[in-house]
């Protein structure tokens, strides 16, 4: 049970170039997202999507879009990356239940610099 | 007031010490708090849910205090295994969890 899988693993990028962070999980979960770590500032979240068809901003959305592909995969694109976005990413899934206390299960993570 | 506060630490305690954590909260509606523990450069992980009437698992005891929007950690004997980042984790109200900035604990032999 591989749980969730982010790729890449480690990245670096110019400024300006575009990538795009793939993540996807096989515990059937409802919601996904997607949470970027810098020192001293905790996990901050990006973008997430409640439900299959559903995406919506989090905290620090500029300068990302995400697409829900199907119930298994969420991906995060840099269209036009920054130094600033230098951070590790990371993904997570959860059973969004009614009157449920699930946890969020995470990924790795990936770890960009952007020079 | 940020969201989720907690002492960054970091705390340095010897094994077999007793180390507790604490943290608050600012939205009195929050419903659902958990302690996620981060070793370096690796994904946080669930440690554990914390209930209204407070609840142990082994070594470690998490307390809710709603009145007063206050979460604590302790943790007894405790092992070089320990050492670690302590995330102290609300649930937003989109399923989004909001996380504390974490409190370093290294335990010396």
């Known amino acids: 049970n591989a749980g969730v899988t982010q790729t890449p693993k480690f990245q670096v990028l110019k400024t300006g170039q575009s990538m795009t962070l793939q993540c996807a999980q096989d515990?059937?979960?409802?919601?996904m997202y997607w949470y970027r770590q810098d020192p001293g500032m905790g996990l901050r979240l990006i973008y997430y999507s409640a439900s299959e068809g559903t995406t919506d901003k989090g905290e620090v959305p500029n300068g990302y879009n995400v697409s829900r592909l199907n119930k298994r995969e969420f991906s995060l694109r840099l269209e036009s990356a920054a130094p600033s976005q230098t951070s590790v990413y990371f993904c997570?899934?959860?059973?969004?239940?009614?009157?449920?206390?699930?946890?969020?299960?995470f990924g790795d993570g990936t770890r960009l610099s952007i020079l | 007031r940020k969201e989720v506060e907690q002492d960054p630490g970091p705390f340095n305690v010897p094994e077999g010490a007793t180390v507790a954590f604490n943290c608050t909260y600012s939205n009195s509606a929050s419903q659902s708090f958990f302690w996620y523990r981060q070793d370096c450069r690796k994904e946080p992980k669930l440690l554990m849910s914390v209930y209204s009437s407070g609840n142990e698992d082994g070594r470690f005891t998490a307390q809710l205090n709603r009145a007063s929007q206050y979460i604590s950690l302790l943790i007894r004997d405790s092992k070089l295994s320990d050492s670690a980042t302590y995330l102290c984790v609300v649930r937003g109200s989109q399923g989004n969890l909001i996380f504390g900035k974490g409190t370093k604990l290294s335990v010396k032999p």
């Open positions: 515990m059937n979960h409802n919601s």
């Open positions: 997570a899934s959860r059973e969004n239940r009614v009157y449920s206390n699930q946890p969020q299960h």
